[in-house]
């Protein structure tokens, strides 16, 4: 088993079969927003920031998929949200699988030097590490790529924040009976070069854990866009992002029930968000 160490046997290694020297390091330096040892992201640039909103209602026939009735209400939703955090919202609808990817390539190339962070939302089908263009599938790895810190230098140190409402698989959450209590010194500042890790400052919150279904009302929208919106209007000025999604995740898990009393073996099930994050700061909008 192959392992990265220095030679004293002091090093650090790798939990992983190694095959050294494949990847070369990229020449990117780019410029830390805020001081190093600050708790909270800078959100003193220029500009807010761009938030792009994908929504996919209708698919090609030969993909096999269902009109996603429901989800331009969540489009609407999150562009006004995102319109009054200050965020420069682009909306796109029924997109190719290869338009998505391509505008997300465009914008990640743009200079995002006076801005202080970059969202993207995507409503559509999913599976497992999949998602739907209005003709077919495309990796979800995909749509992160692009925003890498040693592709995209004028994020980086900036959060890079993704909403993905699309089912991770075809497994129910039955939820289980729970019993529950109801209650009526001075420092110099100077300059410093820091190496960061290509992947961090990344917010990706799904709309259900890997491998369960995503629940969305025809009407109202989907459970999990319902809820983000609706706390980013009450919490998004008074609370860390984190913090806010915690409510979320207790509200779409105590809150929604799915309703198909015509078809028991998907009545009254359960959703719960997954948040994966690497961040190395709090995400403040106040």
């Given at each position: 088993m192959a392992e990265a160490m220095d030679e004293g046997g002091l090093g650090d290694n790798i939990d992983a079969k190694g095959i050294f020297g494949k990847d070369k390091p990229p020449s990117v330096e780019a410029v830390l927003s805020g001081l190093v040892d600050s708790p909270d992201y800078c959100m003193d640039f220029p500009k807010r920031g761009k938030c792009y909103i994908f929504n996919h209602k209708n698919f090609e026939p030969q993909t096999g998929l269902n009109v996603r009735n429901g989800t331009d209400a969540d489009a609407t939703r999150l562009y006004c949200r995102f319109r009054e955090l200050g965020f420069d919202v682009s909306l796109f609808t029924n997109l190719k699988s290869r338009d998505v990817l391509k505008e997300l390539q465009k914008v990640a190339k743009e200079d995002h030097s006076k801005n202080s962070c970059f969202v993207c939302c995507v409503l559509s089908h999913g599976e497992s590490g999949i998602l739907y263009g209005s003709d077919g599938k495309y990796e979800t790895e995909r749509i992160f790529a692009p925003f890498r810190g040693d592709v995209c230098p004028?994020?980086?140190?900036?959060?890079?924040?993704?909403?993905?409402?699309?089912c991770q698989g075809d497994k129910l959450d039955h939820g289980v009976s729970m019993k529950c209590q109801i209650a009526t010194d001075s420092s110099s500042i100077q300059e410093e070069t820091y190496r960061?890790?290509?992947h961090a400052d990344f917010l990706i919150v799904y709309s259900?854990?890997?491998?369960?279904?995503?629940?969305?009302?025809t009407t109202n929208g989907s459970w999990f866009i319902q809820a983000l919106c609706a706390a980013l209007q009450d919490h998004a000025k008074d609370m860390d992002l984190l913090g806010l999604l915690t409510i979320v995740n207790r509200k779409v898990a105590y809150d929604f029930e799915s309703f198909t009393p015509q078809d028991n073996s998907m009545h009254l099930k359960k959703q719960v968000p997954c948040v994966t994050s690497t961040l190395t700061r709090n995400i403040k909008f106040s």
């Amino acid at each position: 088993m192959a392992e990265a160490m220095d030679e004293g046997g002091l090093g650090d290694n790798i939990d992983a079969k190694g095959i050294f020297g494949k990847d070369k390091p990229p020449s990117v330096e780019a410029v830390l927003s805020g001081l190093v040892d600050s708790p909270d992201y800078c959100m003193d640039f220029p500009k807010r920031g761009k938030c792009y909103i994908f929504n996919h209602k209708n698919f090609e026939p030969q993909t096999g998929l269902n009109v996603r009735n429901g989800t331009d209400a969540d489009a609407t939703r999150l562009y006004c949200r995102f319109r009054e955090l200050g965020f420069d919202v682009s909306l796109f609808t029924n997109l190719k699988s290869r338009d998505v990817l391509k505008e997300l390539q465009k914008v990640a190339k743009e200079d995002h030097s006076k801005n202080s962070c970059f969202v993207c939302c995507v409503l559509s089908h999913g599976e497992s590490g999949i998602l739907y263009g209005s003709d077919g599938k495309y990796e979800t790895e995909r749509i992160f790529a692009p925003f890498r810190g040693d592709v995209c230098p004028t994020l980086t140190g900036k959060p890079k924040i993704f909403f993905i409402q699309a089912c991770q698989g075809d497994k129910l959450d039955h939820g289980v009976s729970m019993k529950c209590q109801i209650a009526t010194d001075s420092s110099s500042i100077q300059e410093e070069t820091y190496r960061i890790p290509t992947h961090a400052d990344f917010l990706i919150v799904y709309s259900t854990v890997s491998g369960f279904y995503s629940w969305r009302n025809t009407t109202n929208g989907s459970w999990f866009i319902q809820a983000l919106c609706a706390a980013l209007q009450d919490h998004a000025k008074d609370m860390d992002l984190l913090g806010l999604l915690t409510i979320v995740n207790r509200k779409v898990a105590y809150d929604f029930e799915s309703f198909t009393p015509q078809d028991n073996s998907m009545h009254l099930k359960k959703q719960v968000p997954c948040v994966t994050s690497t961040l190395t700061r709090n995400i403040k909008f106040s």
